[in-house]
């Protein structure tokens, strides 16, 4: 019989009749022969001894479609030597099927996994302008892989896959990777704003009356007024009309007058409109913002009490093809001083420019000034720092480094470990989302005249410089410890007994201290998990969909850097241990300090700027005049125009949201996702001492001796607080909380 549990959920009650030899139904196949798709969440099989999970949480489309039976196993975990001779067969034939024949068009009923590269961001059927390089498959332009979509090449380039409308929010993902319904209609109206924005046409084309500039600092703070732009937004409904699908209007334009175009303050400006003026807030910000993975300590000198942002090396043979675009880049390198209290203070900022001959470049020197022409000349200067960093950040950090890396481990865990595999189920949770989030980039972020491309100063460039720093990466680096090592934020520690292995040299680090706690209870977490499973290396040596998953992320997803030296060898715990640490963390608390604290910070273009359009001015010229005349006004011309900037801002207005969906580090989206009483006490623990780190990071923020919690913003370091007791997940824009995975 079926009853209405809700308006959505339905649940079935099904008897059956099984042999009383039959054993313990360890999986089921299920059929839909109804039109329509719908979503399993779970099942559960009742006998007369105990009751048997099935988390399923997958789409169940019509057989008509799908020519073939859904297969699904149950919370039991085992390793491949350890599978019930009845279910050996099964267990393969399901990994065959998602691996698919690497042929044809995926379609939406689809849960076929596989590798491709980067070869639907530029749209040659535009015109030649759209075209770019196919990133991944070539030493010119390494990259990660994607999931394969099988779309149609284009026409007028052979090399690239024809694209999708990027409305439509119409990609392919394999159907277990895609939004839950709700997640998807959230997005789509968190992007709306943006979209509209991104779809305006240039500023060149607005009318008369309405400035690209802005004039003065109250009319940029207009922006987050509920009467921000009202002309602006006039005028681009009515243009809207001939850009937008019909079927999307009416969505876009009830949003519009809904929230009328209305964004809450950023932090940065909430309590003190200047204090991202302030150079103990520039210098805070590189380890305590949403950025604090690029600053490293010069230990050679001054006792390791200096340190140094660099954008110089990557940026340097880019600058004359990007600043002949019309934008003004330089390539930066900042000293800072660490204090006795333990705060940063910028001592110089150099601003580098290619010369007219190889090897030679031309180098200003800024140094700090409170008042007067110097202190108005370093502002600029600090700009220019300020838009390399933000440019990194996004692109490289944010997108590259977590991302785009993670994706071919997705892959590779669904066509290579099975749902049965008990890695599959530690990692899984982390996968959540991130496949999707991905392909819309692919169609509106990263693409040819996608909002990177229109608002990061490399422009067109933007992936070819990604590639560049892609050339760097190392898996071996990328977990926190490693990773502080690397930048020389930290030493070794000869004590056996600190569970991190190192000693920070910058004792008020946030991300760093924060982030060292987390890392720690992830990696004993994994350590007992890993070892209940396994007994010995032999075992890990011997699982063949472990080595076959981690040789196809070598040779496959990360295929560029299948001869790399560094990679882990799977045949120790610690090894295993190390590598899935690493996985976790990226997904988890990296990707989480890096994104969602974009509003309060990025969210106020002065303070983040993703492009400069005026070089800092020199003596004599007349552009140096101007200045003189109103520094104000050219520090503002020299930020992104006004719809550049609000773009900007959106973006991050979205990007900074939770969903009301997220499941946060140290919780499930089922309380039987596995089913071993020893697991899910040990998880039990894992989220306790999450709990016991939400409250030592609030004890910190509470200290008034450690400056770098607050600094003169006054804005508290949450965005490693993992979040784990909330009961419910918190939508919207909240700048704490760790979920499980990059989920957008």
Known sequence: ??????????????????????????????????????????????????????????????????????????????????????????????????????????????????????????????????????????????????????????????????????????IYVPSDERFGPNKLKELKSNCVHAMVHFLSPKAEFLPRRISADFHSFEELLDMFSSNRNQTIEGWMRDNLKKLIPVEHLKEINHAMKENHGQLPIPQIISENEWAWKDDMEFGRQMIAGTHPTRIQCLTAMEHGRIFM??????????????????????????????????????????????????????????????????????????????????????????????????????????????????????LNPHFKDTMHINALARLILINSGGIFERILFPGEICMQISCDLYKEWRFKEQGLPADLLKRSMAVKDPDIN?????????????????????????????????????KDNEAIEGDVELQAWWSEIRTNGHGDKHNDTWWYQLTTLSNLVEALTTLIWIASAKHASLNYGQHAYNGYPPNRPTLCRKFVPLEGRVEFGEFLKDPDK???????????????????????????????????????????????????????????????????????????????????????????????????????????????
């Not at 991190?500 to 982030?515: H, M, N």
């Not at 987390?518 to 209940?532: A, G």
């Not at 965005?719 to 700048?735: E, K, M, V």
Request: glycine letters at 6%; one cysteine or more; charged letters at 25%.
């Open 1 to 170: 019989m079926k009853h209405s549990h809700d308006a959505q959920t339905m649940i079935y009650k099904i008897k059956i009749h099984i042999d009383s030899h039959f054993g313990t139904p360890r999986a089921f196949l299920i059929q839909n022969k109804h039109k329509k798709k719908f979503f399993l969440q779970s099942a559960s099989i009742e006998t007369n001894d105990h009751i048997i999970h099935f988390d399923c949480n997958s789409w169940i489309y019509p057989i008509k479609k799908t020519k073939s039976d859904r297969l699904f196993f149950s919370n039991r975990c085992c390793l491949p030597s350890h599978t019930p001779r009845a279910l050996v067969e099964l267990r393969k034939e399901e990994l065959d099927r998602l691996r698919g024949n690497g042929m044809g068009e995926r379609k939406e009923w689809d849960r076929i996994y596989d590798y491709d590269c980067y070869n639907d961001l530029g749209d040659p059927d535009k015109g030649p302008e759209h075209l770019r390089p196919v990133l991944g498959g070539s030493r010119l332009f390494p990259y990660p892989r994607r999931g394969r979509t099988g779309r149609k090449h284009s026409t007028a380039g052979p090399s690239c896959e024809s694209r999708p409308q990027p409305m439509n929010f119409d």
């Open 498 to 534: 600190n569970p991190t292995g190192i000693q920070l040299l910058l004792l008020d680090y946030p991300y760093a201290t924060d982030g060292l706690e987390i890392w720690v209870v992830i990696k004993e977490w994994v350590k007992d998990f890993c070892s209940f499973f396994y």
């Open 309 to 426: 942002l660099d954008h110089h090396d990557y940026l340097i043979p880019y600058l004359n093809r990007i600043n002949a675009n019309g934008v003004c880049a330089y390539a930066s390198r900042t000293l800072l001083f660490l204090r006795s209290d333990g705060m940063l203070k910028p001592l110089t900022i150099e601003l580098s420019l290619p010369g007219q001959y190889p090897h030679l470049e031309i180098h200003r020197v800024f140094l700090p000034a409170k008042q007067g022409t110097q202190a108005a000349l370093w502002q600029l200067a600090k700009a220019h720092v300020l838009a390399n960093d933000a440019v990194y950040h996004q692109l490289i950090s944010h997108w590259l480094y977590t991302h785009a890396v993670i994706e071919p481990f997705i892959i590779a865990t669904k066509r290579r470990l099975s749902v049965m595999h008990p890695i599959h189920r530690l």
């Open 634 to 744: 050219f520090f503002l011309g020299m930020l992104p125009d006004r719809f550049e900037m609000s773009l900007a801002v959106a973006l991050v207005d979205v990007l900074s949201r939770h969903t009301s969906d997220e499941v946060y580090l140290g919780c499930q989206q089922s309380p039987g996702w596995i089913d071993n009483e020893v697991i899910q006490n040990r998880f039990a623990e894992f989220k306790q001492e999450l709990k016991e780190i939400q409250s030592r990071i609030m004890q910190r923020n509470r200290d008034l001796k450690l400056k770098n919690r607050r600094g003169p913003a006054n804005i508290e370091y949450t965005l490693l607080y993992p979040d784990t007791s909330s009961s419910a997940s918190t939508s919207g824009i909240t700048g704490r909380g760790i979920p499980n995975s990059i989920s957008i």
